[in-house]
């Protein structure tokens, strides 16, 4: 079996969006005679943990290292370290998220570039070549955000002389995930960027959108044979024990992630509150869950304005599993994109909702998501600024469910989006390059 190392910051038991996608390329490898070894960062402060997820990798090979971003000092020397699981909600828990984004976005996003974690790059450098020589490892491959670990890669690949395959969920310089508070900022990161696309020896992107975006930045000089698409999605094993499971027999609309200005529910919002105001009777006959994280209390700060805080509870955050089984129990299921730049945001949650085949209530501009959706007829899709569209969408619905003529698509019948087929699209790329 061929050997492969996966350099990554964010990994279970952290409990993102970003973290699946290699914990599910890491389960599924080994089918396709590739056997992963992870090297992560030591246990940190984060706004969730989630070691469900760990269940499913209980027999790889994960080394964690030490590091001194500011998540890892925080989990070193804070009374309220990740490992006391303070409840997400609690006033220390909003106390903790408050000082995290403080020193890991604002303080880090100026001092440290091209992010706070290549504080953690000497230990995983080290590391990492230690495990590479004594596993006989093959291929490395990192993956970003953090864009730091590519940095980590680059080196390791100079100093190992192994191939190096450089992963893109999020755009690096010029888009939502990695705003630059100045033109030097800037500079240097589109700098490290061509840096790293020029020397990978393959880079995946996670949509189309993102891989043009990488190669029009660096003014198509760079070949195309090296970039390749593989997307984010499902995993079938966590649906399974869902798939037989009643809906709540109230109308019920979820929103599963965290929120943020780029998931901000204010729209949906302000349209459900106007809907109680038309016809206040519904207030008894729907509810609405927010399941995630919220790290500046944006939720509650909606509902007290919307005077909705009596009807909507504040934001849960569910271990995976749990958080599945509210999606399968849900009629509708909302998701809002706010773009400021063109990048193509397209979250792991996306993907989870279309396999549950539930219908989707998209509040977006038109981009990539909104294609899918209604490439595949899986929901609708309402401007951010049609309050009075968002309304009647809801309403739509909810007559739907009371008539008895609400349908669900399918669960698990959107093949291309299998995490299994997507490991075998990584794994033969990784066959395909030119091992010595």
Known sequence: MKKVLFLCYYFPPMGMGGTQRSAKFVKYLPQFGWE?????????????????????????????????????LLARFSKNSSN???????????????????????????????????????????????????????????????????????????????????DFRDDWAGGESQPSPTIF????????????????????????????????????????????????????????????????EKFTITHCGSISHVSNPKPFLKAISKLFKDRPELRASMQVKFIGTDIFNT???????????????????????????????SHVLLLTIFKKTDEEIIT???????????????????????????KHNRGTVVANDDIQGIQEAIFNYFQLFKNGRFRFAQPLSLREFDREYLTGKLAKLFSEMDIK
């Open 36 to 72: 992963p070894f992870v090297v992560t960062v030591k246990e940190v402060q984060y706004y969730a943990h989630d070691f469900s997820l760990l269940y499913e990798l209980k027999n790889t090979k994960i080394l964690r290292t030490e590091s001194w971003d500011p998540l890892r």
């Open 84 to 166: 006391k699981q303070t409840a997400p909600g609690t006033k220390k828990s909003q106390k903790s998220k408050g000082l995290l984004n403080l020193l890991n976005q604002v303080i880090a996003g100026w001092l440290l570039i091209p992010d706070s974690k290549i504080l953690w790059l000497p230990f995983a450098i080290y590391s990492s070549i230690k495990m590479i020589r004594r596993q006989k490892v093959e291929i490395i491959y990192t993956t970003s955000p953090p864009h730091s670990a590519h940095l980590g890669g680059f080196i390791i690949s100079k100093l190992t002389g192994i191939k190096w395959v450089a």
């Open 185 to 248: 900022h800037t500079f240097i990161n589109r700098l490290l960027e061509k840096i790293v696309l020029k020397h990978a020896d393959r880079v995946v992107a996670m949509c189309d959108h993102l891989k043009e975006s990488l190669l029009s930045k660096n003014g198509y000089v760079l070949k195309k044979s090296k970039f390749a698409t593989i997307m984010n999605g499902y995993d079938r094993d966590d649906f399974l024990q869902f798939l037989k499971l009643s809906s709540h």
């Open 299 to 329: 939720l509650d700060n909606l509902l007290l304005k919307f005077e909705l805080n009596q009807f909507i509870p504040s934001i849960q955050y569910l271990p995976h599993p749990e958080a599945l089984e509210e999606v399968m129990r």
């Open 348 to 374: 792991g949650k996306v993907f989870e909702y279309l396999a549950s085949g539930k219908p989707i209530l998209l509040i977006s501009s038109n981009g990539e998501v909104a294609r899918m959706l209604q």
